[in-house]
Nanobody
Framework: QAQVVESGGGLVQAGGSLRLSCTVSRSILRVYVMGWYRQAPGKERELVATITSGGNTNYADSLKERFTISRDNGKNTAYLQMNRLKPEDTAVYFC??????????WGQGTQVTVSS
């Protein structure tokens, strides 16, 4: 069964940067779309960015100027580069992968905290 593991979260000051990683492991099947959502305390989970195996990307409008998603298909790994972070970016960031014949698999989430 495929496993999705995120890493790279942590505490950063406002204006700083973080790079999150997400790897889909234990899967010999193709991973089509990978993406990131986030959920802040007391708020609903919201889309951050997605990327297809072909490299097509999609972003939340409010984040596209500061966040960049990329992907290494050979490693089944997606990255989320987050720049000029703001306190309102504080959230748990969840990664997912859409896997052929298996459907969507989610990671456990990684905490990002931006201090003012």
């Amino acid at each position: 069964q495929a496993q999705v593991v995120e890493s790279g979260g942590g505490l950063v000051q406002a204006g700083g940067s973080l790079r999150l990683s997400c790897t889909v492991s234990r899967s010999i099947l193709r991973v089509y779309v990978m993406g990131w959502y986030r959920q802040a305390p007391g708020k609903e989970r919201e889309l951050v960015a997605t990327i297809t195996s072909g490299g097509n990307t999609n972003y939340a409008d409010s984040l596209k100027e500061r966040f960049t998603i990329s992907r290494d298909n050979g490693k089944n790994t997606a990255y989320l580069q987050m720049n000029r972070l703001k306190p309102e970016d504080t959230a748990v960031y969840f990664c997912y992968g859409d896997i052929s014949l298996s459907g969507r698999a989610w990671g456990q989430g990684t905490q990002v905290t931006v201090s003012s």
